[in-house]
């Protein structure tokens, strides 16, 4: 049996506060890769996504007057999103 993996992947676009995957890049790459497999005569036996993480963190003091951004102590925020698929396909015989 031939085995084959493929990955595919794109790029996101990550902003001051936040991240916007592009999944539409993404949607095309995926579609395209199983589209070839298909014409190489592969079947696809699985697909796995890949993980990407995201945070963002500020510096914090607290004192009587509220919140102040000085560096002492954190808080932050996060995310995880799919960028990409790992494809595992075996040729048809």
């Given at each position: 049996m031939h085995q084959k993996v493929v990955v595919v992947g794109c790029e996101s676009k990550v902003g001051s506060n936040s991240i916007v995957p592009d999944?539409?890049?993404?949607?095309?790459?995926?579609?395209?890769?199983?589209a070839l497999l298909a014409s190489e005569g592969y079947k696809v036996t699985q697909i796995s996504p890949i993980e990407a993480g995201y945070f963002n963190s500020k510096p914090l003091k607290l004192d009587h007057t509220g919140l102040k951004y000085t560096g002492e102590g954190a808080y932050g925020y996060g995310c995880s999103y799919t960028s990409g698929f790992v494809i595992l396909a075996e040729k048809i015989s």
């Open positions: 999944s539409m890049t993404l949607d095309t790459a995926l579609n395209n890769a199983l």
